[in-house]
């Protein structure tokens, strides 16, 4: 059974009075009866947690993302490093049902499973 669910964190439409700024649209999708419950608490999210890398479009409002971050926090996310120079995201701790919400949002560009990278230094004689 699926319960349809329609979350701030994906119902992200800005009313905008300036024609400079462009709308976001309102996006919906299921959560299926195991997702739901860890929404709700049923099921401790701490376990479950995987560090991603957020990216949103440059089309993105910073009101958007703000609200995006507060309804990742409210259901069981971190936030961690906000990016702003190079590119327009965020680190985060992702519970799953939420990452594959935030993965069919169309103000986001892509988002990738964060990890450490490494430098090999390769010397010559």
Not at 73 to 90: A, P, Q, T
């Given at each position: 059974?699926?319960?349809?669910?329609?979350?701030?964190?994906?119902?992200?439409?800005l009313?905008?009075?300036?024609?400079?700024?462009?709308?976001?649209p309102?996006?919906?999708?299921?959560?299926d009866?195991?997702?739901?419950?860890?929404?709700?608490?049923?099921?401790?999210?701490?376990?479950?947690?995987?560090?991603?890398?957020?990216?949103?479009?440059?089309?993105?409002?910073?009101?958007?993302?703000?609200?995006?971050?507060?309804d990742?926090?409210?259901?069981?996310?971190?936030?961690?490093?906000?990016?702003?120079?190079?590119?327009?995201?965020?680190?985060?701790?992702?519970?799953?049902?939420?990452?594959?919400?935030?993965?069919?949002n169309?103000?986001?560009?892509y988002?990738?499973l964060?990890?450490?990278?490494?430098?090999?230094?390769?010397?010559?004689?």
């Amino acid at each position: 059974m699926k319960f349809s669910a329609v979350v701030a964190l994906l119902a992200t439409v800005l009313t905008v009075s300036s024609a400079a700024l462009p709308v976001e649209p309102k996006v919906t999708f299921d959560i299926d009866e195991t997702q739901q419950h860890a929404v709700e608490g049923h099921t401790p999210f701490s376990a479950s947690l995987k560090s991603y890398i957020v990216v949103f479009k440059d089309s993105a409002a910073a009101l958007a993302i703000e609200r995006i971050e507060k309804d990742i926090l409210g259901l069981g996310g971190k936030i961690g490093h906000r990016y702003d120079s190079v590119l327009k995201g965020f680190s985060a701790w992702l519970p799953t049902p939420v990452f594959k919400a935030l993965s069919t949002n169309p103000l986001i560009s892509y988002i990738e499973l964060d990890g450490t990278g490494a430098f090999l230094n390769f010397l010559t004689h």
